[in-house]
Every structure is written in C-alpha cells, then in structure tokens.
C-alpha cells in the first residue's frame, strides 16, 4: 500500500521517521500508561528527547538546533503522538510556541542569547496566552505590563497553560495599551524565579494527563525590556503567528493517533472472534477501519501540503488551520471507533485506546477549537479573511544555511 | 586499526510471521526492511571502538543493489563508511558462499584502510544462521571471538575480550586482526542522529560484484524444500490465588511441571 511516505517524503524524511518511531516504542510506550494513570510528567524522557535533538529539530544549527525542515517537526510530531499525546505536547509548546517565535520575532541578540539552552534542553519553555476568561477571545485577555523605565511591570493570571509548572522560560502575553484590544498586546519573556512569578499544577483533566497542565501567575514581575519579543503592541500577531506553528505539530500528532488506532484495531480485529470467525470479518468493523485508513490518507496528506509551503516560506494559516482542524477531528474519530472495535476491552485501560480517546477529545479544543477553525475556513472561501504580510515572516527553509 | 562490521538487511521483526513462502523463496520481500537487531550492537560497537581508539569503520551488507536501507541506518547511528555487496556475487550459494563473499570484501576494504577487526551481531533474524561471521574468519584466516559481551582495550596489536558463555565468563586475549560477534550485553544501541541522518540520506553506496571481488557462488547446500512451521494453538491458563505470593508460588510449580524452568 503505497502511503505519504512513500510518495512525498525523501529518505531523509523516511529516516527520521524510523528514528523518531523506534523512540517512541522503545521510550515512550513502555512508560505512558502508567503516568497517565498518575497523572504523572514523564520527566525522564525529556534529556532523551534533547539529546536526540527533537527540542530544537527545526532551528537553524547556528543556534543550537539539529537544522532539519518543518517537515520533519511534523514527522517527529507524528511519531510521539503515536505514543501518547502528552509527549508530543512537550515538543508542540517548547519549540513551535516558544522557541519558534523567538527564532520568528527576535532580535538577533535575543535568538543568540536564548535559542541554544531551548535547543538543547537546558531550558524548558511553555507559552502563556490564555487566560481564566479569555481563551479564543484572545483580545479579551486582562494581563497587564505597564513599562517603567528599562523595564516592564507584569501582572495577571494564565490558565490551561502546558508545562506551566515544568518550564523554566514563560512567554506571555499582556496588555500595554489596554484601550486597543487586540493591537493593545505585547509579548514578554519571562524566567522562573523572578519575583512575583509563581506557576502551579490543574488537576482532574479528563486526557493529556501524562502532560502538565497549569496556571501562571504574576504578581508585579519585573521584566526587563529587552525580554519583550517583537515591538510594543506586536503580540496579537506574534500569538496567532505561534498558533501557525503549534497547529501543524498537533495536526501531524492527530495523523500519529489514527495510525496507533488503525494498528491496534486491525491487530485486535483479526484476532479477536465472534460468531466463529475473526471479527475483522463482519462488515460493520470493516467500515470503522475503512474510515480510519480514509481519514488517515487524507490527513497525512493535509500536514503534508502545510509543511511544504512552511518549508517554502509560503504564508500558511488556512492551510495549517484546515490540517489541524481536520486531522484533530479524524483522530477523535479513529479513537471513537477503535475503542468501539475492542469492546468492553477498549474502554479499559488495559489497551491504549481509550487513552487516545480522552487525548482527542482535548486535541478538538486546544490550539483553536474546531468551531473555530470551522468560522475560519467559512471566512477564508468567503473571501471575508485575508492574511496580511507580517513584519516577521518565518523563514523558508534552507538546508545550507539551517545546517 | 580500523574496523568492518558486517551487516544484514532483514524484515522487522514484528513482520516475521506475515512473511509467506513464495516471498521467501523469491527473496521479494513485502515488509518493512530494518538493520537487522542483533546488528545493531556490532554497529553500536563499533561507533564506540572508534570515538576509543580513533579507527575508521566501515559497514559491509550483502544484497540486491537497492538494499541499502540497514547501511544507511548504518551510517546514521554514525558508522563512516558504507559497502554492499552485490548478492548475485553469491546467488544461488549457502552461508559459506556468503562468507566467502563478505571476506572478500572485507578484504577489499582493507586495501584502502587498514581492516583489522571485523565486528558482527550473533545472528540474522530471518536467516538465523549464526555462522556467516564464523566463514568469514575461516575464509579470511584470522581468529574468532564469540558471545563477546566487552571490548577490554586494544593495543600493541592484541585485542583483550569478555566473552560469556554459559554459567560464567572468561577474559581472553588475541592476536589482531580478529573476528568478533558481539551479544547484546556488549552495549546499548543509540539512535541515529539528525546530523548522521543527513549525510546517510546523501551517501552514494559502493557496491561491489563478482568482478570486484572475484569470487565465484559456491553451493555445497541448497534449499531443497521451504515451508512455514505450523501455527501452534497456545492455550491460556490464568494462576488463581488469594496473594501475589500464592499466585507466584503456583505460577512456578506449574512452570516446572511443564519443565519450562
């Protein structure tokens, strides 16, 4: 069955795709189940995973990173999520909604003073955008930074933040001019252990519970204004421009999640028996597996057709948004009717998919919820949304100066 | 001192079972192609051996010309040279035309760097000889080390060794140049790297023939018949017990009924 891989990928691609799959089985798999079951962070894989270079895969080598292409972020994405999404989770907020931005928005001084400890694990990041009253409204967001001098003076509260109280390095947003909505936003860098900041753990999620989630809050904290990224009033655009590049890892994170369901399903149809033969063989199993293999095929074609026009330099939000947007949606699908497939044995954590379902179910509301994608995609054929040039576009991938 | 470590090309091990007479007679193969495992820690070795003592390393594989996906692998884990051998060079041999062919290239690449060492896994996965390494040190006249589980040191043209066999372990040591198979306690394979995945990606892989070689297919034994082992109906039996302990302590005596310990 000839597959993405085998028609869009080069054999570097196809290497790191094994590379990053024999991680994930060997690593990963092993360990999820039970630090889901804790609702544990898999500390330990964290020097793994930046020994091998996945934290700053697609930075350029100049600041520490492993100079591979977007392609290959969404590859390793995939690969993780096959294991679990909170692992995935992990590389998605460090590097697309930290040190991405910064690699997008910084001054040169600011990428070669924090891009290497991101790169190479040193430093663990997180991203600060929503907030107890404020998720896709982001314009609605309350935090205050009020400049004083060299500095800026921070304060407000950050919810449903991933690695909040792992990270070490925080990139929030906040209002400087709080009259101007969305153009009233800017975008700060923050280190733990300044005064005033304080981080903490939210219990009870319903999936990613191998990952943590948290809240930030900052009580005064004193930023010095060369840890503000972008220019004053630059965080709106410098947000949803980080959204680009998280959408894409959880795409290809959600094209994981369909293969993992697609494997244990198929594995557990053909063995599995009733009514004295295989249930592989009844026709209704046969349909859910048929739509997974569909939803599959289209999905990683999507991620595939994001990361491309990433790697050319090509503005991307529509096409990220529909990955994501999609791809999210298949995959709660595919958990859905993998559990459906193994009975009262999936509903149980003796398998993985039902880990993968509560997974999902977050998958369709972080990063943009489907409603949202869903109004986007309606403005975009309308021609009632156009993206504008950015005074910071990522840059196109060059192999010879990445590496 | 530099070093060979012969490798094969092999299903993933996971697809062993799904893998039908006619593909392995044919040799078309509808599977996933992986470094074979046991491999994996010669190459491992290997890498190692040459960040110790500063040798180069370069990794053999016999097969069809577009079988390169385990010397990439290969070289992404870091190994620096990559070498196939055309396996029309033994078509039609048995294991000993293999490791006459494989010397023979071992040789090749000693030529241009100095081979004294030739590292390899315990067994193939799919042929499960567990010889080729043996007809390789026949072939090339040098001596064999087995089941080694350490590489002490190498130096004044001896290599010092831990071998395992079974019930206890020897340090031995021997003259250079040697022929070593490796076990899995030897050491831990490593991942490929990004950067060793750039330059396998790039590689052009020599590949050598019978000309290159010259060596000619010798077939003392041949496949007269091939056929898949019967599928064995396993049956599930569940230790019941009011403890772990009464639990583990039936689990054993059942074991040893069964004379399985």
Known sequence: MASASDLLYTEEHNLVRKMAYDFTRNEVMPIIAEHDRNHSFPHELLPRMAQLGFLGICLPACYGGAGMDFLSLGIVSEALEYGDSSVRETVAVHLALHALPIFQWGTEEQKRSFLPALANGDHIACFGLTEPGAGSDVAALQARAQRQGGEYILSGEKMWITLADVADRFLVFAKTQPDQGARGISAFILERGWKGLTTGTLEGKMGVRASNTGWINMQEVRVPAEYRLGQEGEGFKIAMSCLDNARFGVAAGSVGIIRACIDESVKYALQRESFGKPIAEHQLIQQMIAQMQQDLDIGELLVWKAGTLKNQGVRNTRETSMAKWFCTEAARRAADNAVQIHGAYGYSDEYNVERHLRNTKSAVIYEGTSQIHTLMQAAYTLGMREDRPLRCPMPAYDPDAWQ | MNIAVLIKQTPDTAELPKISVEEARSGELRATMVLNPWDEFAVEEAIDL????????????????????????????????????????????????????????????????????????????????????????????????????????????????????????????????????????????????????????????????????????????????????????????????????????????????????
């Open chain 2, 50 to 261: 040459s960040d110790r003592f500063g040798c180069q390393t370069t990794a053999v594989s016999m097969g069809r010309a577009d079988e390169t996906d385990a010397l990439k692998h290969a070289l992404a884990m870091g190994v620096e040279n990559a070498l196939l051998v055309d396996d029309e060079v033994a078509s039609g041999g048995d294991e000993w035309a293999a490791a006459d062919a494989l010397a023979a290239a071992v040789m090749k690449v000693g030529e241009e760097r100095d081979v004294e060492l030739v590292l390899a896994g315990k067994m193939s996965v799919d042929g499960n000889s567990g010889v080729i390494f043996a007809g390789v040190a026949c072939k090339l006249g040098w001596d064999l080390l087995v089941n080694v589980t350490r590489i002490v040191d190498i130096a004044d043209g001896k290599l010092i060794a831990e071998q395992a066999f079974e019930g206890g372990q020897e340090t031995v040591e021997v003259p250079l140049p040697v022929v070593i198979s490796v076990a899995k306690e030897i050491n831990e394979p490593r991942y490929p790297s990004f950067m060793g995945i750039r330059k396998a990606s790039r590689a052009s892989i020599p590949v050598l023939g019978s000309a290159d070689l010259q060596v000619a297919a010798s077939c003392t034994a041949q496949w007269t018949d091939l056929e898949k082992p019967e599928v064995e109906q396993v049956q599930v039996r569940i230790i019941e017990g009011d403890s772990v302990e009464e639990k583990a302590a039936r689990l054993a005596d059942a074991l040893m009924a069964e004379k399985v310990i």
